[in-house]
Nanobody, 121 residues
Framework: QVQLVESGGGLVQPGGSLRLSCAASGSILAINFMGWYRQAPGKERDLVAV???????NYVDSVKGRFTISRDNAKNTVYLQMNSLKPEDTAVYYCYAVVLVAGIPYEHVYWGQGTQVTVSS
């Protein structure tokens, strides 16, 4: 019913930048929270950043001042601008959205397929 398609991952040198995008499509009535998680090899999936429908944001301490989350409500798209990247940012990044779908009387969480971000020289 809802698909999240991510783009923008890749290989970058330390100190570089990447911009991730995640577009939601389907029978969407409204999207509440959108955000990004990441999962490094051998570790759990951890929250990176989240943004609500009004634009209020929250970040994990390790990315504050380097990453910026934003969204375009007209396009049902969330972005993650990542600057000053470090090797420890290497992970698979997953977007998610809390969506109210036509025909379902409650919100549901949908996930993107994941995009690899590798920070290495």
């Amino acid at each position: 019913q809802v698909q999240l398609v991510e783009s923008g991952g890749g290989l970058v040198q330390p100190g570089g930048s990447l911009r991730l995008s995640c577009a939601a499509s389907g029978s969407i009535l409204a999207i509440n929270f959108m955000g990004w998680y990441r999962q490094a090899p051998g570790k759990e999936r951890d929250l990176v950043a989240v943004i609500n429908g009004g634009g209020r944001t929250n970040y994990v301490d390790s990315v504050k001042g380097r990453f910026t989350i934003s969204r375009d409500n007209a396009k049902n798209t969330v972005y993650l601008q990542m600057n000053s990247l470090k090797p420890e940012d290497t992970a698979v990044y997953y977007c998610y959205a809390v969506v109210l779908v036509a025909g379902i009387p409650y919100e549901h969480v949908y996930w993107g397929q994941g995009t690899q971000v590798t920070v290495s020289s």
